[in-house]
């Protein structure tokens, strides 16, 4: 059994070096100090075409678009920790983030149409959110937390937490708060420590 966590960061904004890309990243390294081996994908460098609803995953749980999500799907069911970033759009998240999450309704019919057992039972993974947004509306999150816990859920994975900031505009404004990449740190090495105490099962 291979015993050491992989752990997948999902990066959801166009914009590099900003927010969500300064606290993913601080995740990631928190993830890695605690012995896991951690990747990112970066949305923005991906071609993934929205979900066209024909429904052919219905019949065998793959989906018949050619294009750059095939080579995500295997990503997703390899790791122990999914961490997807992505910063509030409109109150959810952000269009490369949503068209991912629409085109994993290929994982959901493996679990709720076939019954896959690799994924209703076998592997639970473990999810956590990471996500700032510019205003500081009481319910700027909401929207979004409901969309990414059902991502989440349709391959197995439970959502376990998330880091979330109100007030968080400009590129770089994450950095004036003293705590938050620390906060980051610490989320990485926890979700990493909680896997290793057998909370959750990681891959054989
Ligand atoms: C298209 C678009 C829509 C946005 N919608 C919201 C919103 O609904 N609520 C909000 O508080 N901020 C909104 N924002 C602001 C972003 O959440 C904010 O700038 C954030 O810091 C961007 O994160 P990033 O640096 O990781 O890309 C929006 C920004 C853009 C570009």
Request: glycine letters at 10%; a positive charge.
């Amino acid at each position: 059994m291979n015993d050491v966590a992989k752990v997948l960061g999902i990066f959801g904004s166009p914009r590099r070096g900003g927010n969500t890309d300064l606290l993913l990243k601080e995740t990631l390294k928190g993830a890695a100090a605690e012995g896991a081996r951690a990747e990112e994908i970066r949305l923005c460098d991906f071609r993934i075409t929205p979900c066209r609803e024909c429904l052919s995953c219905f019949n065998d749980g793959a989906c018949v678009i050619p294009d750059d999500m095939q080579g995500i799907y295997p990503r997703l069911l390899k790791a122990d920790i999914v961490i997807l970033a992505s910063p509030i759009f409109f109150y959810g998240i952000t269009g490369w983030a949503k068209a991912m999450v629409d085109r994993s309704q290929a994982l959901w019919a493996r679990k709720y149409k076939l019954h896959d057992p690799a994924l209703e039972t076998e592997h639970k993974r473990k999810g956590f959110f990471v996500s700032v947004g510019g205003t500081k509306g009481q319910r700027m999150f909401e929207g979004a937390v409901l969309t990414v816990r059902y991502f989440f859920d349709a391959f197995n994975t439970e959502y376990s937490g998330d880091l979330l900031f109100r007030g968080v505009d400009a590129c770089g404004d994450i950095l004036k708060n003293p705590d938050a990449l620390s906060q980051a740190s610490s989320a990485g090495r926890k979700l990493v420590s909680d896997l290793r105490m057998n909370k959750v099962r990681p891959v054989p």
